[in-house]
């Protein structure tokens, strides 16, 4: 513990020596040629409102036209995209005590993606990244999805693809620090009901009011392979998503959670292969207070409840009527605004169920340095207390660049 205490002023000490001011321009900042800052505040990847905002316009902005975009095939139906766009998105950190292994480690590459998306008419986009490395390993697609934009000329889309049914709540995949949002992802038994990626339909709606709707419906299976007749679905169930939010003001949005799936879950190991149906709920608000543009929190508490699952593949018999509820605190501090170089930020886990491989409870203090609008060094201390009796702190310096 002392040592890793030790180790964290020498991270900020790193970060602070570095100093570099420029603007970049990678994917969509090379297609528009303006700066990465236009979109992503404190640093990439988290957005703010103005990126929101082009995300779901389909990466397109609405005040400006990208000049010679498509190529001129004298045929108004046809999109084809002049210069292709691509992006690359890679992570590595030096870390102490990861997972409590009591021991430094070079982890560089941590991940590298290879992304591209945007628009194939005025109404029609597209995005996907390909995962690299994740860890040491060939992940594959993750995000992966065409999009229609203002359907009906109002602010109704449509998504059809692969996504995380998170996405509605506060994005995984842009958050700034290297813990991750425990609540989406803490494992219940041997069922594949998470908050994590899956395949199916989003349907977003803007009203005039500030009140955003969003439907999902998806597999509730993650993102398994297909079987030997190309079907994705392990079983007939579907799971239905919901969120409503609403702006107050010019500083507060309250939202609403819902989900609601059934799924087969089939135990090969037992001699019978047993089959149940499990019934998984998740439930819970959700805010973001934005004082000002220097000071964003997060806040999200969720109650998931299942039915019925195997604990573990030699589980003879499921357990039942099981009870899983979190809450994740985040606070960004950015002291220029989207003009800082630098901003700090604390994350709170907390994740409490009736099966106790679900538990989890840590607290997370991060720092990060702009070298370059596109490069940001960032340090990081997580002491993680799930278990009392063997809590342990972990510490990473490292770098997140995209180009």
């Not at 046809?78 to 480690?105: Q, W």
């Not at 992966?144 to 203002?150: I, K, W």
């Not at 996405?167 to 803490?186: G, H, I, Q, S, V």
């Not at 960004?332 to 009736?354: E, K, R």
Request: proline share 4%.
């Amino acid at each position: 513990m002392k040592k890793n205490l030790l180790l964290f002023p020498v991270v900020l000490l790193f970060l602070i020596v570095f100093s570099e001011k420029a603007e970049t321009i990678p994917a969509f900042a090379r297609k528009y040629r303006i700066s990465c800052q236009t979109c992503h505040a404190p640093a990439m990847p988290k957005l703010k409102p103005y990126g929101d905002d082009f995300a779901g316009a389909g990466f397109q902005l609405q005040d400006y036209e990208s000049p010679r975009y498509f190529v001129e095939t004298g045929d108004d139906k046809l999109s084809l995209i002049r210069d292709f766009p691509l992006a690359v998105r890679m992570d590595g950190f030096i870390t102490y005590n990861f997972s409590n292994e009591d021991k430094p480690d070079f982890a560089a590459p941590y991940l590298m993606k290879l992304l591209s998306g945007g628009n194939l008419s005025k109404h029609l986009s597209y995005y996907f990244y390909f995962y690299m490395d994740e860890r040491g390993e060939v992940v594959g697609v993750e995000d992966a999805y065409l999009m229609y934009n203002n359907l009906f000329n109002v602010d109704l889309d449509i998504y059809l693809g692969q996504f995380q049914v998170s996405d509605p709540l506060f994005k995984r995949e842009l958050r700034l620090t290297l813990e991750d949002y425990r609540l989406y992802t803490a494992p219940v038994g041997m069922s594949e009901i998470s908050l994590k990626y899956d395949k199916g339909v989003m349907i977003t709606y803007g009203a005039p009011t500030g009140t955003d709707v969003i439907v999902e419906v998806v597999n509730g299976n993650g993102l398994n392979e297909a079987n030997d007749f190309h079907v994705f679905d392990k079983d007939t169930y579907k799971s239905f998503v919901g969120r409503l939010s609403q702006n107050i003001g010019s500083v507060l949005r309250l939202g609403v959670f819902g989900y609601y799936g059934k799924e087969e879950l089939v135990n090969f190991e037992v001699s019978n292969n047993s089959a149940i149906t499990n019934e998984v709920l998740f439930v819970g608000p959700d805010a973001t207070v934005t004082p000002g543009n220097k000071l964003e929190v997060n806040l999200q508490y969720l109650i998931r409840t299942d039915s019925r699952v195997y604990l573990q593949p030699s589980s003879a018999l499921p357990v039942t009527d099981i009870r899983t509820e979190g809450f994740l605190g985040e606070i960004i501090y950015s002291p220029q605004g989207d003009q800082s170089n630098w901003y700090t930020m604390g994350l709170y886990n907390y994740v409490n169920s009736d099966l106790e491989m679900a538990n989890y409870h840590s607290a997370t203090l991060h720092l990060g340095y702009l070298l370059r609008r596109n490069v940001r060094l960032a340090g990081e201390y997580t002491y993680q207390f799930t278990d009392a009796d063997n809590a342990f702190s972990q510490v990473s310096l490292g770098f997140v660049s995209g180009f």
